[in-house]
């Protein structure tokens, strides 16, 4: 069973930064996509940036050119960095990771327990 842990989330002005945190334990032979997602009261899950075996990254339109997405596979590790954060920032983010047992295994899709960031004067 792998378990991921989120950390880095909290309230923070307009304009003000965060750097989100999502490691992952267990028996982990290799990782694979990795990802965050966030939701916002009242609305659905929405992607907001994803991060390949390769380093490949992708964003939602919202934060492009203000969060960065980096990853640490020595460390079963993903990272967002959100600069310039605006109120409609404000969501549950929630980190998924895919991991393999076994270089025979299946990978599994893992998501962790989601951290809040809230953005307000």
């Known amino acids: 069973q792998v378990t991921l842990v989120e950390s880095g989330g909290g309230s923070v002005q307009p304009g003000g930064s965060l750097r989100l945190s999502c490691t992952a334990s267990?028996?982990?032979?290799?990782?694979?996509?990795m990802a965050w997602y966030r939701q916002a009261q009242g609305n659905e899950r929405e992607l907001v940036a994803s991060?390949?075996?390769?380093?490949?990254?992708n964003y939602g339109d919202s934060v492009k050119g203000r969060f960065t997405i980096s990853r640490d596979n020595a460390k079963n590790t993903v990272y967002l960095q959100m600069i310039s954060l605006k109120p409609e920032d404000t969501a549950v983010y929630f980190c998924?990771?895919?991991?393999?047992?076994?270089?025979?295994?299946?990978?599994?899709?893992?998501w962790g327990q989601g951290t809040q960031v809230t953005v307000s004067s």
């Open positions: 267990g028996t982990i032979y290799d990782t694979y996509l």
């Open positions: 998924y990771m895919g991991t393999q047992r076994r270089a025979w295994s299946s990978v599994v899709v893992n």
């Open positions: 991060i390949s075996r390769n380093g490949s990254t």
